[in-house]
């Protein structure tokens, strides 16, 4: 989308939609994305009627083009940057079952650690009582740590899902789903908080469902580790 005649280009932001201008559809200085607003009036902002002035003095507002062949003013303020993200219909469910997935995954992994009873004994090598690795080293331990490494690319993977269903139904910029790479906790927050911020008094169930999986998953990790430790005080030769 350029200005007649001119060749500029417009800043980002909310302008009539080619296709039906009874919607605005979001521009990101480039191209048009599939971003759209429908209901409101169109934006009356871009472009400028032939034969429309500029006042003299008068800021240039985000999403505000330049008149053709209208110089740009030393010391004009040019206001460009993200828009505010619009409020989506209170009826737009905003859970589904993809987040769902990145929250309650880790509790796989607890179901594994209960799973896992190691039975531990001590061998004589040379004059020594040493603890036998067989015995600590389960197929159970195993199944343990090659599932955390499962679990962590289908959280990533669900984190995509999540994050294009939420844009689907109409949430602009929602958290980008790569925050997942980093710990799919950081994920679960920060998209929480986005969609709070456009969906008013909802959004922030799967925080409080990471929160109740991260307590029980530590006070049974801490009953494992306290079972594990009576059971070594009790195999040590005396």
């Known amino acids: 989308m350029t200005h007649p005649g001119s060749g500029s280009t417009p800043p980002p932001g909310w302008y009539p939609d080619p296709a039906d201008t009874r919607r605005s559809r979001w521009w990101d200085g480039t191209g048009w994305t599939n971003q759209v607003a429908g209901g409101g009036p169109p934006h009356q902002g871009w472009p400028l009627q032939a034969g ?7 800021p240039l507002q985000s999403g505000q083009p330049l008149q053709t062949g209208q110089p740009l003013q030393t010391g004009q303020p040019l206001r460009a940057g993200p ?4 409020q989506i219909d209170s009826r737009t469910p905003v859970d589904n079952p993809y987040i769902w997935g990145v929250v309650l995954l880790p509790l796989l992994s607890v179901v594994f650690l209960l799973a896992w009873n190691p039975e531990l004994r001590f061998r004589t090598v040379g004059t020594r009582q040493v603890l036998d690795p067989a015995s600590l080293f389960t197929p159970w331990y195993f199944a343990i740590a ?3 490494f499962l679990l962590y ?4 993977l669900l ?6 269903k939420l844009s689907q139904d109409g949430v602009v910029r929602p958290f980008h789903w790569a925050w997942c790479f980093l710990s799919p906790a950081v994920y679960v927050v920060g998209r929480s908080v986005i969609v709070h ?3 008013a008094g909802r959004g922030l169930g799967p ?9 029980v998953s530590m006070i049974i990790a801490m009953v494992k580790a306290s079972d594990i430790i009576t059971q070594v005080m009790s195999s040590i030769p005396r």
């Open 197 to 199: 911020s456009v969906a």
């Open 83 to 86: 828009a505010p993200r619009p």
């Open 52 to 58: 429309e002035p500029l006042q003299a003095g008068q």
């Open 146 to 148: 090659v599932s955390s």
């Open 159 to 164: 984190a995509y899902l999540d994050w294009n």
């Open 207 to 215: 925080v409080w469902a990471l929160i109740g999986t991260f307590v």
């Open 153 to 156: 690319g289908v959280s990533v």
